[in-house]
């Protein structure tokens, strides 16, 4: 696989993205790229979730001519292979977090804006004429243990001034409703919230852009960056464009180089996701999730897990530590495990499919959107859960780089910060699940 810390070319494969159940059941829109333009006023690098959501801000709403260019094909990356969970927030930090550090109000706008994030979704799949499996939903946070459930019930009040509506759920109420579920500590349950398929999200949002006239140009990795008399020359798949702008959205898939800088701002690490055989009725029942129940753990390495419109459960956790060890046998063997042991009734819940990808980890957990330097913006650090804020990410991102204002928000405010050592990630990532499976 693909590593963005070890590997030198992105492999032919990438075009096309990941093999995927969401890849296998998917249809898709013609992408009708076209060969790389000698110049553009903006160049946007990454034609996923936030590059086509920001290239068409600056192709329909300011009449800019924008390039959206992509090493791969359009989505074929996080975008096309995720869960497809639109929740009202992303990364590790809850309302707590922001609150603590940044006071309740700011806290309170910062759970508005992912509450704005989920709507930003549903007007773009309304305004396209792409189908996209998009289904209300509730964010169901469950407690692991008893302690972690605690927590959750104490943090419910703090939400009752924002946009999100959270419920407790409490341990009778857990197992009356998700009778199959091993744990039943409580927890809450959040909403807007949203399921999607996240593949044809991806082919709304190209729909979109080909409206508004973005040229898009596939299957062409940056290998150079140099600026230029106030411009930027990006010499890719062997051609040169010069541009006024460059923004920068490959995420968890940004290569070293030619971004060495912003390579050591994120850290890429694999999740792994699995989708079941087809559930019977009865299983259904006795599972109790419903193809509108979007649950995750508490976990430090937690599990997610949804019912699926055709009855199959997507379940997905942490991946490998190395992209060379990604689609190993164990590494299936171990979510099959995880799966099992989450809904130990249910047997013979084997992988009928199988992948794995890279997410991009922010070192305070926070992502960001900000200019590494003059006529450059990028967006990253989503860690994971980034399906709703990516998109609205790409919105704010080319408003910022037209010299609009954005929410006052701390995301909006400080570039990414930079990893110690970070040459080292690997070594700490590795160090983490090894004490994360002792404590087990």
């Known amino acids: 696989m693909y590593d963005p810390l070890k590997s030198r070319d992105i492999p032919a494969f990438h075009e096309f993205g990941i093999a995927s159940y969401w890849a296998a059941v998917t249809p898709f829109p013609d992408t009708n790229a076209v060969a790389l333009p000698s110049d553009a006023d903006v160049v946007v690098i990454g034609a996923g979730y936030t590059g086509l959501n920001a290239a068409i801000e600056i192709a329909q709403q300011q009449q800019r001519s924008v390039v959206l260019?992509?090493?791969?094909?359009?989505?074929?990356?996080?975008?096309?292979?995720?869960?497809?969970?639109?929740?009202?927030?992303?990364?590790?930090?809850?309302?707590?977090?922001?609150?603590?550090?940044?006071?309740?109000e700011v806290a309170r706008a910062v759970q508005n804006e992912f509450a704005a994030s989920i709507e930003h979704v549903k007007a773009s799949v309304a305004d396209s004429d792409w189908p996209c499996e998009l289904i209300d939903a509730r964010y169901l946070r469950l407690g692991h243990n008893a302690k972690a459930a605690a927590m959750l019930q104490r943090q419910q009040p703090a939400y009752a001034n924002t946009l999100l509506n959270a419920e407790w759920l409490s341990p009778e109420q857990q197992h009356e409703q998700l009778p199959g579920l091993k744990w039943k500590h409580g927890g809450l349950a959040l909403t807007p919230a949203a399921a999607v398929n996240p593949r044809a999200l991806t082919g709304a949002y190209l729909r979109l852009a080909q409206r508004a006239g973005v040229t898009i140009v596939t299957g062409h990795p940056v290998t150079k960056w140099i600026p230029s008399m106030g411009k930027h020359r990006l010499i890719a798949?062997?051609?040169?464009?010069?541009?006024?702008?460059?923004?920068?959205?490959?995420n968890g898939y940004l290569p070293q180089?030619?971004?060495?800088?912003?390579?050591?701002?994120?850290?890429?690490?694999?999740?792994?996701?699995?989708?079941?055989?087809p559930l019977n009725a009865a299983e259904q029942q006795y599972c109790g999730l419903k193809v509108n129940d979007l649950v995750m753990d508490?976990?430090?390495?937690?599990?997610?897990?949804?019912?699926?419109p055709d009855g199959r459960i997507l379940f997905g956790g942490r991946g490998a530590v190395e992209g060379r060890h990604a689609d190993d046998a164990g590494q299936k063997l171990r979510m099959e495990k995880a799966l099992a042991a989450t809904f130990p009734?249910?047997?013979?819940?084997?992988?009928?499919?199988?992948?794995?990808?890279?997410?991009?980890?922010?070192?305070?957990?926070?992502?960001?959107?900000?200019?590494?330097a003059i006529g450059v913006y990028t967006s990253a650090g989503y860690c994971g859960a980034g399906v709703a804020f990516a998109s609205l990410a790409g919105k704010r991102l080319a408003q910022y780089c037209n010299g609009e204002g954005v929410p006052d928000l701390p995301f909006y405010q400080s570039g990414l910060p930079r990893y110690p050592f970070a040459s080292a990630r690997r070594l700490a990532l590795r160090a983490m699940y090894s004490f994360d499976k002792f404590k087990k």
């Not at 051609?239 to 490959?250: A, T």
């Not at 180089?257 to 690490?269: A, C, G, K, T, Y």
Request: glycine share 10%; aromatic share 12%.
């Open 298 to 308: 508490t976990r430090t390495l937690k599990y997610y897990y949804r019912l699926l």
């Open 257 to 277: 180089q030619p971004f060495p800088d912003l390579s050591r701002r994120q850290f890429p690490v694999l999740s792994s996701i699995l989708v079941s055989r």
């Open 69 to 104: 260019l992509d090493a791969g094909g359009v989505g074929a990356g996080a975008s096309s292979r995720n869960a497809g969970f639109l929740l009202p927030g992303t990364g590790r930090l809850g309302y707590s977090d922001y609150a603590s550090k940044y006071g309740d």
């Open 237 to 250: 798949g062997g051609h040169e464009i010069k541009c006024d702008q460059v923004l920068v959205c490959s």
């Open 345 to 372: 009734e249910l047997t013979d819940l084997h992988a009928d499919y199988f992948w794995s990808g890279w997410i991009s980890v922010a070192l305070d957990s926070m992502p960001r959107v900000f200019s590494p």
